[in-house]
């Protein structure tokens, strides 16, 4: 087995542009999915306070 090594020198350790914007379908399918996560909370939370009782317990 062998390892390679590099320096600073020959191998650029800068990130390229991480901080890119988001396209529109990212955008859009992360909002879709927050949405929906946040309907199934209130709905278990009004299942927890009609039966009183946890249904996952």
């Known amino acids: 087995m062998s390892a390679v090594t590099y ?6 350790t800068s990130k390229t542009d991480s901080s890119a914007k988001k396209g529109f379908f ?3 399918l992360e909002a879709v999915v927050a949405a929906r996560l946040e309907q199934a909370e209130r709905e278990y939370a009004r299942y927890v306070e009609i039966h ?4 996952v317990a």
């Open 26 to 28: 990212a955008r859009f």
């Open 7 to 12: 320096t600073d020198k020959i191998v650029s």
């Open 52 to 55: 009183g009782r946890d249904p």
